[in-house]
Structures are given as structure tokens and as C-alpha cells.
């Protein structure tokens, strides 16, 4: 039988026991249908993964024996920050939720000079992306959960990533310098990716981030969805430093 894994924010612990109340009640006893003696993992999006059997379900309360508590340790691969420019309709979803099975580690909606969509309730749009992540996650037996960050101006980015020396921004008007050239000159440390809107990135806006820092490289001819772009970009360093 498939053992389950639920997302809890911060372990709650009574009369020895971890308790999940609310959503989490009604996830396990409602939809999945568990009852005492079913086996239930926890993970906590921090790299923690609690091993549990449900002992009580009462009172909308689901009462776990902790069995054990496994520690994921970091991934050799480095930990990306991707800015991306927010899509229109699903497709921003879709890639949020891909990007989670390939390991980001911080995702950043940036408003750029084209940006087309605007996004009036960010905290609730926020809170979906954030769901988005727990799910992906725990689908793919990820420990930890990506950081989602409130859609930000490009020049407002900088605070975010003040200590990644890895700065690569993927513009397709970039004739000389390839993503397998960055890939090249990497140093150890976490990777800040910037993908821009379908409009492209402004000439201004390109100059402002050489000027800080970021080397711009493209995929080659051919010219990818923003929603396409990332993934392609993440793909490629998953398995460059898979293999390390």
C-alpha cells in the first residue's frame, strides 16, 4: 500500500503524539480514508521526513505515533533561484509545478518593462504557487519545499540573491555566448536564473543586469516559451551536477 505524505508547516505535539487537525484531518480521514494503524509520512519542507502510524482519529483530530525522523541531507547539486516574468492562466502553474520536480530551490516573479499580466492579490496568488510546491513536492519525495517569493520589479531583485556570484540571464538576442559556456565557468555555490516575458527583455533592462552581475547566454536558435525555457535551463543543470 502507498504511504502517504503530508506537508505540516511546524510539528504539533501532544501527550507525545504529533496531532494534524484542519486541512490535514480532513486530507487523511476524509479523502483518504485512513483509520488507526494506517501508515502516514510527514515532511515538514525543511529536509525532515517523520515516519508515522495514525494511533486515534477524534474530535477532527488525528493523533500519530512518530515511529522515526529521517534527515535528507543537502543536494550536491547547487540550489537555483529562478526570476521568471509571470505567465498568463495555467501555464504559470504548470511551471511552477515542474520546476518543483526539478529541484528549485526559490522561485521569484519579476516585473519586467514588457511583463503583460498583472497580478492584483499577490498574497493569494502566492498561497496557490505556494500549494502548487507542497504538492509537486510531495509527489516527487522531495523533503523541502521551494521558497515562493511575492512578484517583485526587476531592480527590487537584488536584496533576494545578494549572495549568488552565479548570475546567468537566458536573452535571445545573445549571439556569442552559449548556456553550456556558463555552465563552463561555474563556481561552487548557488545559481540566480532570470528568464523575461514573451516580449523579450528590454536593451536597458539587459544592460542593468550585466551591470550587476549577470552574464547573458541563450539555448541556441531556437526560441522557447518562457514556460519552456526554465525547464530546458533546469534540465540541463540537473544532470550536469547529477553526475558529480
Known sequence: MEIRRVYVDKLKMENG???????????????LRKCPGDRIDLI???????????????????YLQVLDVIHKPEEKRP??????????GHRMDWLIEKATELNIEKILPTIFKRTVIKIDDKEKKCERWRKICIEASRQTGRF???????????????????????????????????????????????IC???GPEG????????????????SCSLGENI?????????????????????
Open 17 to 31: 503524539m504529533a496531532l494534524l487537525a484542519g486541512q490535514n484531518h480532513k486530507y487523511i480521514a476524509i479523502v
Open 44 to 62: 515538514d519542507g525543511k529536509g525532515y521526513l517523520y515516519r508515522c502510524v495514525i494511533n486515534n482519529i477524534k474530535n477532527k483530530k488525528i
Open 79 to 88: 540550489k537555483v533561484t529562478l526570476c521568471i516574468s509571470p505567465i498568463k
Open 144 to 190: 523541502t519545499i521551494p521558497e515562493i517569493i511575492e512578484p517583485t520589479p526587476l531592480r527590487g531583485i537584488l536584496p533576494f540573491i545578494e549572495p549568488i556570484q552565479n548570475r546567468w540571464v537566458l536573452y535571445e538576442k545573445e549571439k556569442n555566448y552559449h548556456v553550456k559556456d556558463v555552465i563552463s565557468t561555474y563556481k561552487e555555490g548557488e
Open 193 to 195: 536564473i532570470i528568464i
Open 200 to 215: 523579450g527583455i528590454d536593451e536597458q533592462e539587459i544592460e542593468w543586469l550585466k551591470n550587476n552581475g549577470f552574464v
Open 224 to 244: 522557447f516559451r518562457v514556460e519552456t525555457t526554465p525547464l530546458v535551463v533546469l534540465s540541463i543543470i540537473h544532470y550536469e551536477y547529477s553526475q558529480k
